[in-house]
């Protein structure tokens, strides 16, 4: 009877340890999260240096380093669509100080798009916020002989094999947008895939390319300067940025519509606490004239209050991947 006493004597000690030891075990993660960040946080920005999300990505986190009183170092991840840059992400330790600006193509239609993609948009990360919507413009190089979007259908339409498209890799948000458009004119010309949508626009100005569909945060400045012309925009609004350029609805192709947008993720698993600081930090950033100003200026829409939660967040990702694999799936072979 001495020796079943023991032994319960024993597993009463060993659970009141690890009862105890649960709290020390977490005080040094509790402790971290307290003081979070401590120290610089990396920003993965899936394409080239140049492009929206890149431009976003700057101005969004020279805000953030203040208010969060840390350094914000971007890290240019190139290739794939932008989705080497996000599974890289997707695999850094869930601690706060590796995030990455994503957008429609990286989390939402690159799911329709790589069989193999590594991670799932709507499992692998901790949505943190919305941080940029922006319309979608066809542009073309400023030669392109097509004074507007009725000409470039009859081009584009009788001269598709010798017509080429830029955009940044399978499954960005250039590549997705063209796809719709060129699926709704029944057309397929030569796609030429760039590291990002800063270096296809070099080649459109340069006139290297024939027309790339892109975010107007990329378009503005070269559209003012006219080296490159735009015939509608991708949706049922103008923009005031570019108030001149029709929408497609009004030039008869009302199914062309998609809306860019550009969102800040954590790897899954980061803890609340840390996803909360962040998330308090971009709300407040989104609301500071030295983000408002720059983002309006380019034709980003800054979102509203209601839209900058994660759960937001969350709940736009898993209906942009059923958008467009719906839509996707009818133009894949
Ligand atoms: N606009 C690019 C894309 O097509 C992304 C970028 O270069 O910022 O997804």
């Known amino acids: 009877m001495r020796f079943l006493a023991r032994a319960r004597a024993l597993r009463r000690a060993a659970a009141l340890a690890a009862a105890l030891a649960v709290p020390l075990l977490a005080a040094p993660a509790l402790s971290q999260q307290a003081s979070y960040p401590s120290r610089p946080i990396t920003l993965i920005v899936p394409f080239a240096k140049g492009g929206p999300t890149d431009v976003v990505a700057r101005i969004v986190s020279a805000e953030l380093a203040k208010l969060l009183g840390q350094p914000i170092i971007v890290d240019n991840v190139v290739g794939a669509g932008g ?186 698993n980061t803890p609340p606490a840390v996803v909360a600081t962040l998330n308090g930090a971009v709300v407040r950033a989104l609301d500071q004239p030295e983000v408002r100003e720059p983002m309006t200026g380019l034709g980003a829409i800054v979102p509203a209050p209601d839209q900058r939660t994660p759960d937001a967040l969350a709940g736009r990702v898993r209906g942009e991947v059923q958008k467009w694999r719906m839509v996707l799936k009818r133009q894949m072979p």
């Open 83 to 268: 989705t080497i840059g996000t599974l890289k992400a997707a695999q850094a330790p869930p601690d706060g100080y590796t995030l990455v600006l994503g957008h429609m193509g990286t989390h939402a239609a690159a799911v329709a798009l790589y069989p193999k993609l590594g991670y799932r948009p709507d499992v692998d990360f901790a949505p943190v916020a919305l941080v940029a919507r922006m319309p979608i413009l066809l542009l073309a190089r400023r030669e392109f002989p097509a004074a507007d979007f009725a000409e470039f259908v009859l081009y584009v339409r009788s001269h598709q094999d010798t017509i080429n498209l830029a955009h940044a890799g399978v499954g960005s948000v250039s590549h997705t947008a063209c796809m719709l458009l060129n699926h709704l004119l029944e057309i397929n010309p030569t796609g030429v895939p760039f590291n990002g949508t800063g270096p296809a626009m070099d080649a459109l100005v340069a006139g290297q390319v024939d027309y790339m569909c892109d975010q107007l945060v990329n378009a503005v400045l070269p559209l003012r300067t006219e080296v490159i012309k735009a015939y509608v925009i991708a949706g049922t609004e103008r923009d005031p940025a570019v108030p001149t350029i029709p929408t497609a609805a009004e030039e008869g192709l009302p199914k062309f519509q998609v809306e860019a947008w550009n969102a800040l993720f954590a790897p899954k």
